[in-house]
C-alpha cells in the first residue's frame, strides 16, 4: 500500500508560515520607525521601550491602525470597539475611518480628537487638547486633510473640510475654519496666516516663537505714525 502524499498541504502550510512571517517583519519594521519618529522629536524620551510602553501617543495610533483596517473590511462594530477602547486608556479618540499616514507623534494627547473623514499625511505632530473635527453644516467629506510635516499645537481646533498645505504650523489656541497653504504659520481666532515662508524641520515643535499678530499690527502702525511726522516735519 501507498503511503499518503502530504506534499501538497506541506507546500501550502509553508506558504501560509512564509506569508505570517512577512506580516510580523512589515508590523515590527512600521512599529520600530514609529517610536525612532517620535524619540527623533521629543528630547523627553530616552529609550524605545519607554516610547513603546508609555507614550499613550503611540498606544492610540497604534489601536487606530487595527480599527481602521477592520473599518475597511466592514467591520463597524469591532472597529468601533477598538476605537473606544483605546479612548478610554489613552483619552486620545480617533474614528475608524479617519486616514493616517505614517509617524504621526501625538504628544501628551489628552482629549485630543480626530473626526472620521480626518486625512493625515506623514511626520505630522498633534499636542494636547486638538480637535480636527466638524462644523456640523457639511455632509460627506466634512472634516480636515492634514499635509505633511503639520504642526498643531496645543488647543488649536482645525474645523470643517479645511487643508492645510505641507510644512505648516497651527499656533495653539487657534481655530482655523479656512484652508492654509504649504509652509505658512496660522494663529488667531479666527486663524490667519502671519507667516509663509518655508520651516526648517528642526523647528517643526516650536510652539514659542510664533508670530503674534496684535504685534505685528502695532509694529505696522507705529512705523506708518513714524512716517506720516517725518512728512510733516519736512513741510
Known amino acids: 500500500?501507498?503511503?499518503?502524499?502530504y506534499s501538497r498541504e506541506i507546500a501550502?502550510?509553508?506558504?501560509?508560515?512564509?506569508?505570517?512571517?512577512k506580516k510580523t517583519d512589515s508590523f515590527f519594521g512600521e512599529?520600530?520607525?514609529?517610536?525612532?519618529?517620535?524619540?527623533?522629536?521629543?528630547?523627553?524620551?530616552?529609550?524605545?521601550?519607554?516610547v513603546l510602553l508609555l507614550y499613550p501617543g503611540l498606544h492610540a495610533v497604534l489601536a487606530h491602525r487595527l480599527a481602521?483596517?477592520?473599518?475597511?473590511?466592514?467591520?463597524?462594530?469591532?472597529?468601533?470597539?477598538?476605537?473606544q477602547?483605546?479612548?478610554n486608556a489613552t483619552g486620545i479618540e480617533i474614528h475608524p475611518a479617519a486616514?493616517?499616514?505614517?509617524?504621526?507623534?501625538i504628544d501628551h494627547g489628552c482629549a485630543v480628537v480626530i473626526g472620521e473623514t480626518t486625512i493625515i499625511g506623514d511626520n505630522c505632530t498633534i499636542y494636547q487638547g486638538v480637535t480636527l473635527g466638524g462644523t456640523g453644516k457639511h455632509v460627506g467629506k466634512r472634516h480636515p486633510t492634514i499635509g505633511n510635516n503639520v504642526m498643531v499645537g496645543a488647543g488649536a481646533k482645525v474645523l470643517g473640510?479645511?487643508?492645510?498645505g505641507d510644512n505648516s504650523k497651527i499656533a495653539a489656541g487657534a481655530v482655523v475654519l479656512k484652508d492654509i497653504p504649504d509652509n505658512s504659520t496660522a494663529v488667531?481666532?479666527?486663524?490667519?496666516?502671519?507667516r509663509g515662508k518655508t520651516i526648517e524641520k528642526e523647528q517643526t515643535l516650536d510652539q514659542c516663537n510664533i508670530p503674534d499678530p496684535v504685534a505685528q499690527e502695532l509694529n505696522a502702525l507705529k512705523e506708518r505714525i513714524n512716517e506720516l511726522e517725518k512728512k510733516l516735519a519736512e513741510k
Open 188 to 194: 488667531g481666532i479666527p486663524a490667519r496666516v502671519v
Open 85 to 87: 477602547a483605546a479612548r
Open 161 to 164: 473640510p479645511v487643508v492645510i
Open 31 to 50: 512599529l520600530k520607525s514609529e517610536v525612532r519618529s517620535i524619540r527623533d522629536r521629543d528630547p523627553a524620551a530616552r529609550t524605545n521601550a519607554e
Open 12 to 21: 501550502e502550510f509553508e506558504k501560509r508560515i512564509k506569508q505570517l512571517r
Open 99 to 105: 486616514q493616517i499616514g505614517k509617524g504621526l507623534f
Open 1 to 5: 500500500m501507498n503511503s499518503p502524499d
Open 68 to 83: 481602521h483596517k477592520l473599518y475597511k473590511k466592514g467591520m463597524f462594530f469591532a472597529a468601533r470597539a477598538v476605537s
